[in-house]
C-alpha cells in the first residue's frame, strides 16, 4: 500500500499537536510542517513556507510529491488555498483538509455566520451589523440592549475581535472605535453586536466531508490572561476534555440542533466543505447556543482533543477525502486530558522574544506542544506570546490538573506565565 505525503501549514501548538498525531500513523511516508516550530521539528521535517504564500506552496507540493495538504490555521482557508488546489491542473487531485473559501466564510465572516445561523434555524443570540455609515444606529440599537454589550468585528482579527463590555458607555466607545476608527483595521468594516448569552462556554467539533461527518471530543478552553478568568482575552490559557456538563442529553442537542443542521444547511446553499468544524458553544439552561464558528481545530483545546483520540488521524483525513468518513469507528480515551498553556511575561500586549526555554528532560508523565518557539543553534527559544502547551491525561479533572502543574513547573525561561486554576470551575 502507498504510503501518504503530508504538508501541514501552520506554526503553533494546534499543528505541533497534529503533527505529533500524524507522525504516529502506520500510513505516513513523510510528514512537512509549514514553517512549524521547535516543537514540530521532532515529528517531521520543517519547511520555511510562508502560509498564505500558495505559489510557494505549490512548488513545494510538486517536488516533494504531496498527497494531501492539511491546514492548520484559518487565514490560508479565508484566503482560498483550497481554490487555489482546485483551478490548478497541477494541484486539483491533492486532498485538501480544509474548506473553500465559500464555506471558510463560516469564520470569515461573522455577519455571513449569523445569516447562516439565522436562515438554517439553528440556535444562536439575537443581533444586528453595522457598518461606519450606520454608526448611529449602531449606537442607538445598544440602547435596546441590556448589559454587557457584545461586539464582534466582522473579519479576521486574530482571536481578539471579540469585545464584552459591562457598561453603555464602554460599547459606545469600543464600537466608535471599531467603526470609525478602525480598531481592528478591515476586519472592523462591520461589527456584529449581539444579545449577551448567560451561561457556561464550550468548544464542540466535528470533521466532515460535506456529507458525513464524525464527532470529535468537546473541550472547556479559557481565554482570560489571569486567574479565575480575569484580565484580558489571549488565544486561549488552557483546555479541558471531556467537559463534565456536556452529558449524552446535551450532546445529542448539539448534535441534533447544531452539528447536522449546519451540515444540512451548507449542502442546501450549495457549499463544499471538506474539514473541520468547529462550534463556539453556550450551554444556557442545558440549551446549546451557538456563539460563533471556527472552520479549523481550537487552539489549545487541539492539545486536550487530540490526545484523547486513540483512531490513527491520518486515516481519518484520508477517509474524509475520499469520501467514506462512515467507515471510521472513532476511538476516544475516557480519561480527562489536562492542557496549560505557559507563556510569555507581558502576553498578551508586549513581550520579549528570544529567550532560552529548558526543563523539557522532565516531562515523561506529561505530553509537550510547543506553540511559539524557534530553533537557535542547540537552543529552543521563544518566539510567540504563547510558548509552550503541556498536556496530562488521568482519571480526573484534579489529577490530570495536578500533573500538568507538575510538570508545567520544570519548563523555564524568562518572565514565563501560566494560571494555575484551569479547570478548577469544572471540578
Not at 9 to 18: D, N, P, Y
Not at 65 to 83: M, N, R, Y
Not at 90 to 118: R, T
Request: charged letters at 20%.
Amino acid at each position: 500500500m502507498k504510503k501518504t505525503n503530508v504538508l501541514l501549514l501552520g506554526s503553533g501548538g494546534r499543528e505541533h499537536a497534529i503533527a505529533w498525531k500524524l507522525a504516529q500513523s502506520p500510513l505516513l511516508n513523510r510528514l512537512f510542517i509549514a514553517p512549524g516550530n521547535a516543537g514540530t521539528a521532532s515529528v517531521g521535517t520543517n519547511i520555511p513556507l510562508g502560509i498564505i504564500d500558495f505559489e510557494s506552496i505549490k512548488q513545494f507540493v510538486l517536488a516533494n510529491s504531496v498527497d494531501l495538504l492539511v491546514v492548520g490555521p484559518e487565514e490560508p482557508l479565508v484566503k482560498g488555498i483550497h481554490d487555489f488546489f482546485l483551478n490548478d491542473e497541477l494541484l486539483k487531485n491533492i486532498a485538501v483538509i480544509g474548506p473553500q473559501k465559500a464555506g471558510a466564510e463560516l469564520e470569515g465572516s461573522k455577519d455571513f455566520a449569523k445569516q447562516f445561523m439565522i436562515k438554517h434555524g439553528i440556535p444562536t443570540a439575537a443581533y444586528q451589523t453595522f457598518s461606519a455609515d450606520t454608526l448611529s444606529e449602531g449606537l442607538a440599537f445598544l440602547k435596546t440592549l441590556n448589559p454587557p454589550y457584545v461586539l464582534k468585528a466582522d473579519g479576521l482579527a486574530a482571536g481578539k475581535g471579540v469585545l464584552i463590555c459591562k457598561t453603555i458607555e464602554e460599547a459606545r466607545k469600543e464600537l466608535t472605535d471599531m467603526l470609525a476608527n478602525q480598531k481592528f483595521g478591515h476586519a472592523s468594516a462591520l461589527v456584529v453586536i449581539e444579545e449577551f448569552l448567560d451561561g457556561i462556554e464550550l468548544s464542540a467539533f466535528a470533521i466532515t466531508n460535506g456529507k458525513q461527518y464524525l464527532v470529535l471530543p468537546e473541550a472547556k478552553d479559557y481565554k482570560r490572561i489571569g486567574e479565575g478568568d480575569s484580565g484580558p482575552n489571549t488565544g486561549g490559557m488552557g483546555s479541558i476534555s471531556p467537559v463534565p456538563f456536556a452529558d449524552t442529553e446535551f450532546k445529542y442537542k448539539v448534535e441534533e440542533r447544531i452539528i447536522k443542521p449546519t451540515i444540512e444547511g451548507l449542502k442546501k446553499d450549495g457549499i463544499p466543505y471538506q474539514g473541520f468544524l468547529f462550534f463556539g458553544i453556550m450551554n444556557v439552561k442545558g440549551n446549546p447556543i451557538v456563539i460563533e464558528y471556527n472552520v479549523r481545530l481550537g487552539d489549545p483545546e487541539t492539545e486536550s482533543i487530540l490526545p484523547r483520540i486513540t483512531t490513527d488521524l491520518l486515516e481519518i483525513f484520508l477517509a474524509t477525502a475520499k469520501g467514506c468518513l462512515t467507515d471510521i469507528k472513532l476511538e476516544i480515551n475516557p480519561q480527562t486530558a489536562a492542557c496549560v498553556m505557559i507563556v510569555s511575561g507581558g502576553y498578551p500586549g508586549e513581550y520579549v522574544k528570544g529567550k532560552t526555554v529548558s526543563g523539557f528532560e522532565n516531562m515523561n508523565k506529561s505530553l509537550v506542544f510547543h506553540a511559539g518557539t524557534s530553533i537557535d543553534g542547540a537552543d529552543v527559544i521563544t518566539s510567540g506570546g504563547r510558548v509552550i502547551a503541556v498536556t496530562s491525561l488521568a482519571d480526573s479533572i484534579s489529577s490530570a490538573v495536578s500533573q500538568t502543574l507538575e510538570s508545567a513547573s520544570n519548563i523555564k525561561f524568562g518572565n514565563s506565565y501560566f494560571r494555575t486554576d484551569i479547570g478548577r470551575d469544572l471540578m
